[in-house]
């Protein structure tokens, strides 16, 4: 049995003031949720002071981005030895933001899965493709290779360590989500597509989330579906009112 996993997603938002007033009035919030696993990822500038708030309680904590390397001429990185000793317990890779943005391909993705799996901290391996792939029917050839690419090298056990974000790029800040039907079809893909390369074994205990503009209106449809262990939330995580929400249906689930 797949334990849920319902992660926020800050991007750059939050202030330190502000982060920190958002994990204290979470941690009181959802003390009592602990059927599954709750994750906030914040901005780096937060993660000492949120850190401190969060300790002790169910509420996990995560970065939202790595460099692969251990120290060193990078100016502006940041480091996994830096994340872990700042608290985290995971950081999202390869977030499509990251890919579109900031030119993270597949193969730099590879070396921060490289790094990452050989430290403390656990992986959120984002994939998914854009809407010009969608409509070209080449969405599961995309995340295929994404991830054939982005795992490449990595061990049986190192990926007892992964999570896998499926997150349809069209679909992230839009307001428009993939249906539950299209979301599953795609799960249901990763899942072949890491029994191919790894086992079946591997592939049933594989977490992997749904993102995508998902809200307090859409879980319960998504995470009702087998193969969507969680959610990786952006826009509706900033709100404590409406992550608690998502957080108690995942709950009763
Ligand atoms: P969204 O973002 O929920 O605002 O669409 C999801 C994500 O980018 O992780």
């Not at 984002?126 to 295929?144: F, I, M, N, S």
Request: charged residues 25%.
């Amino acid at each position: 049995m797949r334990r849920k996993f319902i992660a926020g997603n800050w991007k750059m938002n939050k202030t330190v003031p502000e982060s920190v007033q958002f994990a204290r009035d979470l941690v009181s919030e959802i003390e009592t949720y602990t059927h599954h696993d709750i994750l906030i990822c914040v901005p780096f500038t937060a993660l000492v002071p949120v850190h401190d708030v969060v300790k002790g309680s169910n509420v996990k904590l995560g970065a939202q981005n790595m460099h692969y390397a251990d120290s060193g001429a990078y100016t502006g990185e940041i480091s996994a030895s830096m994340l872990e000793t700042a608290g985290c317990d995971y950081v999202i890779i390869g977030h499509s933001e990251r890919r579109q943005y900031f030119g993270e391909t597949n193969e730099i993705l590879n070396k921060k899965m490289l790094k990452v799996v050989q430290t403390a901290l656990l992986p959120i391996f984002c994939v998914g493709e854009v809407l010009e792939q969608r409509k070209a029917g080449d969405t599961e050839r995309v995340v295929e290779e994404q991830i054939r690419t982005g795992l490449q090298g990595l061990s049986a056990s190192d990926l007892s360590k992964v999570t896998i974000a499926y997150e349809p790029v069209w679909a992230i800040g839009t307001g428009e989500t993939a249906t539950p039907d299209q979301a599953e079809e795609v799960h249901k893909h990763i899942r072949r597509v890491i029994k191919n390369l790894y086992d079946e074994n591997i592939a049933n205990t594989l977490r992997i989330q749904y993102g995508g503009s998902v809200n307090p209106s859409n879980t319960v449809e998504l995470l009702q579906r087998a193969d969507i262990d969680g959610a990786l939330i952006g826009g509706a995580s900033l709100k404590v009112e409406s992550f608690v929400e998502m957080i108690k249906i995942a709950d009763r689930l």
